[in-house]
Every structure is written in C-alpha cells, then in structure tokens.
C-alpha cells in the first residue's frame, strides 16, 4: 500500500478492515499484526487509533447493537397496536441487518471470551426480550397466536432473520433489501397471526 493510501487511514476505515478481518480469522485467531497486515499500516499506526483490538471489537459491535436498539427507539416501534409494532420492528431488524451485514455478522459471531464480547451477548440478550415482550403483548390482545410458546417464536424469528448473514451480498445480484424484509414479514406474520 503507498504512503499517500496510508495516510487516508481513519478510525472508521480501520473498523471496517478489522471487522473484515475478524469475521475471516475469529477474533480470537486474530493478532495485531493480522490487524496491521490487512490494513496497509504498521501496528503503531492502528495504536495511535485505537488501544488495541478489543477497542475494535467494542466499536463493531456497538455500532450493530446501537442499530438494533435504535429501531426500539422509533416511533412505530413505539406507538400502536403491539402486533403492529411488532410487525415494523422486524422489518426493520432486516433492513438493519443488511445496512450493518458486516457489524451485525460479527455480532452473531461473538461467544463470550472477553470483557467486550460478554457485554455484546448480554445487550444481544436484552434486544431479544424487549423483542419477546412486543411479542408476548401481541398474544395477550390476542392478535398472535397464543398456542406457541413466546421463547420459542422469538427464537425462530430471530434465526430466520439472523441467518441473512450467512447468504446475503450486496455485490451479488438477487433479491434487495426491501424484498427480503417483505418476505420475512410475510412469513413470519402469516404464522404468528391469529386467524379469523
């Protein structure tokens, strides 16, 4: 890599190579040098951004956890009949998803090894109740069935929508976003509504 390509170098570009880089190795099975390798840049370079590769993985997963958690925060999440909330909530899981793949990847991929990846799975586990609870509302007006146990629903939505990562690329042309999320509404809700 030249000079001049070195010196573009930013906290954010960095993030982007080191999460390529741990989704590829494992965090686990990637050291500083990977790090550096990957980037262009020698090790002192990516301390003088960051105290070393845990910041980096806070940083990626936090980014994806603030996304999801985001999605809570807004107003449709946030107002209406629960079901329907519960409808844009998953819709807009995917889309988040798609817009975040990599950071989201990483996320689904972290096993609770360090500080950082321990403090992502239990955020992770805090996203899905808030989740279960919109789902757990929607059965009590009696909107969703209530013959399926809330765990396990959330457990299933969550793995349709969580396996994205494992077969979507924007650069490969197929369904986009828009048509993905559709259909993981439709499925999803096609099931879970009560009928009549």
Same mark, same amino acid.
């Given at each position: ?14 993030? *982007?190579?080191? #999460? ?24 002192? *370079?990516?301390? =003088? =951004? ?11 997963? *936090?980014?994806? %956890? ?9 107003? =449709? ?26 950071? #989201?990847?990483? %996320?689904?991929? #972290?096993?609770? !090894? ?14 899905? =109740?808030?989740?279960?609870? %919109? ?16 765990? %396990? ?8 929508? !969580? *396996? ?33």
């Amino acid at each position: 890599m030249t000079a001049a390509k070195r010196d573009t170098y930013t906290p954010e570009t960095l993030l *982007s190579v080191a #999460v390529e880089v741990f989704i590829q190795r494992g965090y686990d099975g990637t050291s500083m040098e990977h790090l550096s390798k990957a980037a262009g840049i020698s090790k002192s *370079s990516i301390y =003088h =951004h960051v105290a070393g590769k845990e910041e980096l993985l806070r940083r990626a997963v *936090s980014r994806a %956890l603030d996304g999801l958690f985001g999605i809570l925060d807004e107003e =449709h999440a946030r107002v209406g009949r629960a079901v329907e909330r519960l409808e844009y909530v998953t819709r807009r899981m995917v889309e988040v998803l798609i817009a975040e793949l990599p950071y #989201v990847t990483l %996320l689904l991929r #972290v096993r609770g !090894n360090t500080g950082t990846e321990r403090w992502a799975l239990e955020r992770r586990r805090e996203f899905d =109740h808030r989740v279960a609870d %919109l789902l757990k509302a929607a059965a009590a007006d009696g909107d969703v069935r209530g013959d399926i146990e809330v765990r %396990l629903a959330t457990r299933l939505v969550f793995g349709m929508i !969580n *396996s994205i990562v494992e077969w979507y690329r924007p650069d490969v042309r197929g369904a986009g976003v828009q048509e993905i999320a559709d259909a993981v509404v439709q499925l999803v809700f096609s099931g879970l509504r009560k009928e009549g």
